[in-house]
């Protein structure tokens, strides 16, 4: 007996299987270019058949255009993602544009051709791999050379376009980012919400740039991507220019501003920028708004103002910025200065940057200053007579304050360390985040009045010898070196210096991470997250009651509030007998358009599709720090920054090259072109 909805296999096969398979209708809702021939029991491929495309056989016809009974479902999937199929699609899609195109126009039909040309193809994917190589653009011409060398055949044997010349590799990437950018589009688009990332640069010019990045979530399966849409120059001004260039990106992209639900900025001149009126102007385009600005790897945590208002952090960062270019590059035998050149290697430090490096919030270069403070007093010691720059050096690293403060950023700057290792995780546990902020707030608090373990044990160490010149006086010695500036004087200006830092460093902090942030990101953890559940059934009836309140007030605007409280009984049982999923698997489940629980939940879908377009993981880590070291190469190799973006967009976006839709970007460009053409004989 025939199961229901499936058909009986006709007699021939070529699916070589020994047990006979049966065509399943629900693979038509799936896979919507398959059709089934009732009659003869075979299955076809629509796309494929309508392009007849040629596959690496070389043959005219594939299993699913000749007809197939391998009633498989991985049948299917291999077919789906072969070259044949996407060929068909790709040229498919551009019978479409061309009859578009020339709609209106039929003398053009017998002018352009709807095969795509191979030399075409195999240029532009060598410029598509040159830019994801970060293979400089005048080597374009000597790839290709190099290509026919090895006997390409698809250059060797088709004349192509003398559009399709090497001095038009800028052009190429552009129509290549085209395509991307339309992916872009089309992601937003179908996205429910959205999340921004802008990350400030700075040229050797001191010319300001803003990469943006954005996170959006897929409500096909809930899968959330991060996606880089470009680099932008931004005119020198104050806040309002980044809020005005933010604004203009979101309208290009086709953002509505209802869709934007949070703000991440990852550098710290622009969480400074902040607290001057980027929020307040965005948050006026964008009621549902929310700013979060996680520490990231390499920046500072303190702005550029409150390192200008506590007088001896500049002071510090100079005297260490100038030990590390005088000895950087030393090649004697001390281990102690070779540790020097090796923390710029481990942290990828540019001292030939414009950009300032704050040293005081990067670990492993304090650490080296720590380690060897010795041999650098010694050495600068020795070469005092000869050199006033080493004379004046050696008299700031003797001073108490000079060690002292680097004992504090040895206390300090590994609890920030981990604080930034947390947002780099791809399933970051959001429950944790309130917790760890206040613990981190309260140590420094605590830091104050009780030094930290590396300042006391330094306090320890010290040796005193009572000053013969001075009585009441001592003289203060740490690893047989005597300390200058230690009068009750200094001592007591220290005291003061540590407490304004502390005190400054905790305000960043809790500026990077507001109250109401930590109490959204906490409430949405305490409704999705069936680990915080409480243990027992019985328990959970008067359980996050407060928190669905406080999140039902922030988004009201795209939630029913009655609805969701009806619904909220039923949905926290239902979660708690799903105890084994995280976090994020039961956003997924619930932003997935064809689940139940997303029919059944409607108002909860909502909440969990927001917390899912949080700015947060090792992908979009990973993603800014390559847009940062593409800039920083890429500046130094074009003027004016021309095609860069378009550069930076293939390289971090691009896909792998089997599954970028070459044709398309051929149309695109060959489009610009002649658009660029008639331009010109206008002119």
Known sequence: MVPPGKKPAGETSNSNKKCK?????????????????????????????????????GKAENAFTVGTDNFQRHALLRHVTSGAHRQALAVNREQLAFETRVHGHPELRSVIKVEVNPAKVAI??????????????????????????????????????????????????????????????????????VGLVVDETVDILEHRSLAMFTTTVSPCNGQTSATFLGSFELPTGEASTVAGKVGEVMRSFGIPTMKITWLSADSASLVAERLSGVGTALTSLCPLLMEMHCLSHGSSLLPAESIVSIE???????????????????????NGLQELQSVLDLCEIDLGSPKAIHWTSIFPAVEAIDSSWPTLVLLLESEAERSPVARGLCEELKKFQFVAFTKILLDVLPIFQKLSRFFQI?????????????????????????????????????????????????????????????????????????????????????????????????????????????????????????????????????????????????????????????????????????????????????????????????????????????????????????????????????????????????????SMRESGFIVAQVK
Not at 440 to 453: I, R, W
Not at 556 to 561: A, E, K, Y
């Open 21 to 57: 398979r049966y065509f399943n209708e629900h693979w038509k809702e799936e896979f919507t270019w398959l059709e089934f021939d009732y009659e003869r029991k075979l299955m076809f491929c629509i796309e494929c058949r309508q392009a007849l495309v040629k596959n690496k056989h």
């Open 124 to 193: 532009l994917t060598t410029v598509y791999w040159m830019a994801k190589e970060e293979i400089p653009d005048e080597k374009c011409s000597s790839l290709l050379d190099f290509q026919k060398f090895n006997l390409c055949q698809a250059l060797l044997a088709s004349e192509h376009s003398e559009y399709y010349h090497p001095s038009s590799v800028r052009e190429m990437q552009a129509a290549i980012a085209k395509v991307l950018h339309n992916e872009d589009r089309h992601r937003i688009k179908a996205s429910p919400f």
């Open 312 to 334: 001896y952090l500049q002071k510090y960062e100079t005297t260490v910025d100038a030990v590390y270019r005088l000895y950087s590059s030393f090649r004697g035998g001390s």
């Open 426 to 670: 791809e399933d970051f546990d959001l429950s944790i985040l309130k917790p760890i902020i206040s613990a981190t707030a309260t140590t420094l608090q605590a830091q104050k009045s009780t030094s930290g373990q590396n300042l006391q044990e330094f306090l320890n160490e010290l040796n005193e010898h009572p000053r013969d010149d001075r009585e009441g006086e001592s003289r203060l010695y740490y690893k047989g070196v005597e300390l200058a500036n230690c009068s009750k004087v200094h001592l007591k200006h220290f005291e003061r210096l540590k407490e304004s830092y502390l005190e400054s460093v905790r305000g960043n902090l809790l500026d990077r991470f507001p109250s109401s942030i930590l109490e959204a990101i906490s409430s949405f953890s305490a409704i999705f997250n069936p680990k915080c559940y409480p243990q027992s059934l019985e328990d959970i009836g008067s359980y996050g009651v407060s928190e669905l309140n406080f999140l039902l007030q922030a988004y009201s605007r795209v939630v029913v509030s009655e609805r969701a409280l009806s619904d909220f009984p039923l949905f926290k049982r239902i979660v708690f007998s799903l105890s084994q999923l995280s976090f994020k698997d039961l956003c997924i489940k619930l932003v997935y358009s064809n689940s139940e629980m997303h029919e059944l939940f409607p108002d909860f879908a909502v909440l969990a599709a927001i917390a899912l377009a949080l700015p947060l993981g090792s992908v979009l880590t990973e993603k800014i720090s390559r847009g940062r070291e593409l800039l920083k190469r890429g500046r130094s190799r074009r003027a004016k920054d021309e095609g860069l973006s378009n550069l930076m967009k293939i390289a971090i976006d691009g896909p792998a090259i089997n599954e970028f839709d070459f044709a398309l970007a051929i149309e695109y460009y060959e």
